[in-house]
């Protein structure tokens, strides 16, 4: 089946580091990649949605300029949170899919970000 | 935008019971619906995607159902086991993809 790679699983930083978050389909290429974040006992919320070789489509209440996305492949996305502080501290999830929309989105297994 | 709702937020049965995870959603122009179960700390598992043109989908012990009139969508899961107790998502795909909250499922031996 469709995997998707999410790498690293577990960061911890000081406050003010950028961290970059890496999001890999491994054998299919996803042409649309979504970002989620998700707080403890929460359910999952949509950051942004990526589409290979475009801007970004941010949620509102996500800043754009702190949630740094580029898609320069199909099959990889990056996520980089800059200057993050310890309010950035959470779970932050890909996922990829195919172009058609009808199409199931295949997720990565997370990366625990923790901001010191 | 897509509202998504799920019940019961949570649910402890003893092992081996049949039960049913109801997912609500406010937008019937979904593409398909995916189920999910999330263990703590982990990433998502699909479970079960149904096309909007598709009534249900099986796999094993798993059913899940569509009605895109009523906006609704039902996992079965028959003959429950311990290893089934993790949070179950279900997830709309239509013109905002959202989650629903969730429900925590306990298994007990």
């Known amino acids: 089946g469709a995997v998707v790679s999410q790498h690293p699983s577990w960061v911890i930083c000081k406050s003010g580091t950028s961290v970059k978050i890496e999001c890999r389909s491994l054998?299919?290429?996803?042409?649309?990649m979504f970002w989620y974040r998700q707080f403890p006992k929460q359910s999952l919320m949509l950051m942004a949605t990526?589409?290979?070789?475009?801007?970004?489509?941010?949620e509102q209440g996500v800043e754009k300029d702190k949630f740094l996305i580029n898609h320069a492949s199909l099959t990889l996305s990056t996520l980089t949170v800059t200057s993050a502080h310890p309010e950035d501290s959470s779970f932050y999830i890909c996922?990829?899919?195919?172009?058609?929309?009808?199409?199931?989105?295949?997720f990565g297994d997370g990366t625990r970000l923790s901001i010191l | 935008k897509q509202e998504v709702t799920q019940i019961p937020a949570a649910l402890s049965v003893p092992e081996g019971e049949n039960l049913v995870l109801n997912c609500s959603f406010t937008?019937?122009?979904?593409?398909?619906l995916q189920w999910f179960r999330q263990d703590p700390g982990k990433g998502l598992t699909s479970l079960l995607l149904?096309?909007?043109?598709?009534r249900e989908q099986t796999s094993g012990r798993l059913n899940a159902s569509l009605d895109k009139s009523s906006g609704r969508s039902t996992l079965y899961i028959a003959a429950s086991q311990p290893g089934d107790s993790a949070t179950y998502l279900c997830?709309?795909?239509?013109?905002?993809?959202?989650f629903g909250e969730g429900t925590q499922l306990t298994v007990n031996p």
């Open positions: 990526s589409n290979e070789g475009s801007k970004a489509t941010y």
């Open positions: 996922s990829a899919r195919v172009v058609r929309a009808n199409q199931p989105q295949h």
């Open positions: 937008d019937s122009a979904i593409y398909n």
């Open positions: 054998d299919f290429q996803a042409t649309t």
């Open positions: 149904i096309q909007s043109s598709q």
């Open positions: 997830k709309g795909s239509g013109s905002r993809l959202t």
